[in-house]
């Protein structure tokens, strides 16, 4: 089941965050995404946040929007390649006429998801924070 974050959600989805960031950016320092905390914290009760609850109504990922922005999209990695992705992604679709994101180049896992789900590539930056190539991308109804 997909619902909207409520506040009670708010530190399952912090720690489902941070823990899949640092697996899914190993080339980033975990001490990058530690400091980073704060900053979500304060950000998901102002965002469009959806979360997808299993069959024991425990978060299993979520999906983060800011306008027609994807900022987030995580899936714990016990339920990785379960369809709960692709199930938070069609969700956003349904309300949205175009969506836009930004995937790291070494995060291949998520370029190759977001391309299967209909994302093209518009242009490649440099993230300033981290230094590392990130691919903007852009999906359209």
Not at 30 to 49: D, F, N, T
Not at 90 to 109: F, G, I, M, P
Request: without cysteine; hydrophobic residues 35%; glycine residues 6%.
């Amino acid at each position: 089941m997909i619902r909207e974050l409520q506040e009670e959600d708010i530190e399952t989805v912090l720690t489902i965050w941070k823990e899949e960031n640092v697996k899914a950016h190993d080339f980033i320092t975990a001490s990058y995404w530690y400091s980073q905390i704060g900053m979500m914290k304060r950000a998901l009760p102002q965002s469009e946040v959806y979360v997808y609850l299993d069959s024991k109504n425990n978060i299993a990922g979520f999906i983060g929007l800011a306008g027609e922005y994807i900022a987030g999209l995580f899936v714990t990695h016990k339920k990785q390649s379960d369809g709960i992705g692709k199930q938070l992604l069609d969700y956003v679709k349904t309300q949205k006429s175009k969506l836009t994101l930004k995937a790291y180049e070494k995060n291949q896992r998520a370029i190759d998801f977001y391309q299967r789900e209909g994302f093209v590539t518009k242009e490649v930056n440099v993230d300033e924070e981290t230094g590392e190539k990130e691919f903007v991308m852009f999906w359209k109804k």
